[in-house]
Each structure stands twice: as C-alpha cells, then as structure tokens.
T-cell receptor, first 112, second 112 residues
C-alpha cells in the first residue's frame, strides 16, 4: 500500500529565504502526486500536481516540486518565502484506485 | 456561485445523538469524498462515491453512514456520535477518478 512521509511537522524560515518541504512516498511509483496547502481555518487548496509529464512541476504562488524516482521524493520548494506563505502543506499520493493518501502535514512558519 | 459547500460550519452535540453533515457541489462532479482531519494524522478518508447511488468505504468508515441519491449531494451521518468523532470534516469532489479534488471549507464538529 502507498504511504507518504513528510519530514518535519514544523519548518521555520525567514522571510526571503528558501522554502524546502520534504516528502517521500513508498517505493511503488504512484500515478499522481500532489501538494495541497491549508491556510488557518480554511479548506485545502491544490498547489500543484505531478502526472509524469514532467519531473519539475510548477504550481501557484511561486511554488514548485521535483519528482525524483531514484529518491522516491517529491519535495516542495519556493525560492523566496513571503509572510503570506505561512500555512500547513500536505503531500498527497493518489493510488491506483484513485484514493488519496495524505502525509501528516508540515506547518510552515515565516519569521519576519 | 459554483463550488462545493458544507453545512454547518460548526456543530456541537452530545454523545449518542445523530448528526448529519451536508455537502453540496455545483460542478456535477462524478466523485465525492468525505475526510476527517485530526492532529498528526493529515486527512483520512471516511467514504467516497464514484457516482450517484455508488458509495464505498475508505480508511475509517466505522460509525459513519453516507448516501448519494443525487449527484450534487453527499451527506455524512454519524448515527450515534462518540467523542472520538470530534474532528474537522472535509468534503471534496473531483470530475473523474484521477483528477485533483476540490475541497469545501470544512465542518468543525465537537461531541461532548
């Protein structure tokens, strides 16, 4: 069965610094990978989606993620953090039955 | 407006009572989903539906009942609420099985 591991329940970066949120999936290659973002007291919004068309996926708000099969990783990055990026980020795998398997989430904290 | 709406946004009830959470989408999406979100667990799938009159269990279905008589509605019922069902519940929909899911704003349910 698919599983997703997000490294670090909390990540703190300074405003303007690089954002790196780590995600590893289980060994079998999933058909789809996603990153979702949840702002405080809100629902979940799709940030980006990997569908095997390209290993580097660009999403909204300047985020991107790179699929690395050899490392079973799908890390999320943003070159320069903004205060408005403070939120919780979820790495998600879609299995062969189209069900979503969610990571536990990483809270991104932006320091002024 | 088009989208997915959940009601109520907040609900407090007592153990043993029946509670129904409503979900309505205006996109005519085939798939609909119910998740619960608890600290440290990310989102966990309760039930999903691939079409009207077709429902299936997810990861944590015990204590919940769903129905889907119309494509646009997917209510979730807790037949006899327990404290362990205190959580935030999210409804989602997707056009097809492999497409990203769109989420409602959630229902915060507290069971005393």
């Amino acid at each position: 069965a698919q599983s997703v591991t997000q490294l670090g329940s909390h990540v703190s970066v300074s405003e303007g610094a690089l954002v790196l949120l780590r995600c590893n999936y289980s060994s079998s290659v999933p058909p789809y990978l996603f990153w979702y973002v949840q702002y405080p007291n809100q629902g979940l919004q799709l940030l980006l989606k990997y569908t095997s068309a390209a290993t580097l996926v660009k999403g909204i708000n300047g985020f991107e993620a790179e699929f690395k099969k050899s490392e079973t990783s799908f890390h999320l990055t943003k070159p320069s953090a903004h205060m408005s990026d403070a939120a919780e980020y979820f790495c998600v795998v879609m299995d062969s039955n189209y069900q979503l398997i969610w990571g536990a989430g990483t809270k991104l904290i932006i320091k002024p | 407006d088009a989208g997915i709406t959940q009601s109520p946004r907040y609900k407090i009830t007592e153990t043993g009572r029946q509670v129904t959470l409503m979900c309505h989408q205006t996109w005519s999406h085939s798939y609909m989903f119910w998740y619960r979100q608890d600290l440290g667990h990310g989102l966990r799938l309760i039930y999903y539906s691939a079409a009207a009159d077709i429902t299936d269990k997810g990861e944590v279905p015990d204590g919940y009942v769903v129905s889907r008589s119309k494509t646009e509605n997917f209510p979730l019922t807790l037949e006899s609420a327990t404290r362990s069902q205190t959580s935030v519940y999210f409804c989602a929909s997707s056009e097809e099985g492999g497409q990203p899911q769109h989420f409602g704003d959630g229902t915060r349910l507290s069971i005393l």
